[in-house]
């Protein structure tokens, strides 16, 4: 009979201990799930303060540079796009191609000097190449976030815990094709 009541203390203390586990897993999990959110809450911040800049910024170089109407309607598209974009993947492509199309806004605003002395230009172009700054920043947290993330469900023991509470890889902000190499400026 003591054996029994000894076998029996000894399955209910491994249960315990593995349901403690288990609990302590799935909390750290939810935290690593929850400071990838803010990460990510963080990036679109600032990407919506880019896309507040962005008309202002169109409109200073609209009165200088009539025949680059072309580059003015796409970055104009991909803001509304961007507005209208639903999940953090449409975001991020959008924001990608809206990186590639403000290079080429501002090379356009190269080719005039009478736009690049105005101070409403010089203004905008300064807040918005802080707010890339600030873009960068973010997404480098962002990655970080999501490394330690992805780190944690993938170790031993705890990717057991992961599979079994649905905690999936999360994905790192990336950059788009073509990110590498710098706008060509043609005068």
Not at 50 to 57: C, E, F
Not at 85 to 90: E, K, N, P, S
Not at 166 to 175: D, H, Q, S, T, Y
């Amino acid at each position: 009979m003591s054996k029994g009541i000894i076998i029996l203390i000894a399955v209910l203390g491994l249960l315990l201990a593995l349901g403690g586990c288990a609990v302590q897993t799935k909390n750290s999990f939810v935290t690593l799930d929850e400071s990838v959110n803010t990460a990510w809450a963080n990036i679109d911040t600032v990407l919506q303060r880019r896309y507040d800049l962005i008309p202002n910024l169109v409109n200073t170089v609209k009165g200088f540079a009539a025949q680059e109407k072309s580059i003015l309607e796409e970055v104009t598209r991909l803001r509304s796009q961007w507005g209208q974009a639903l999940g953090t993947a449409q975001k991020v492509e959008v924001a990608g191609q809206m990186e590639s199309a403000l290079a080429r806004l501002l090379v356009v605003a190269e080719k005039y000097p009478d736009l690049k002395s105005n101070q409403n230009f010089l203004a905008l172009q300064d807040e918005l190449a802080g707010t890339e700054n600030r873009i960068s920043v973010e997404r480098r947290r962002y990655n970080e976030a999501v490394q330690s993330y992805n780190t944690a469900i993938r170790r031993l023991p705890a990717s057991l815990w992961a599979g079994l509470f649905g905690f999936e890889r999360r994905k790192p902000f990336e950059a788009v094709s073509g990110a590498a190499q710098a706008p060509e400026v043609k005068f």
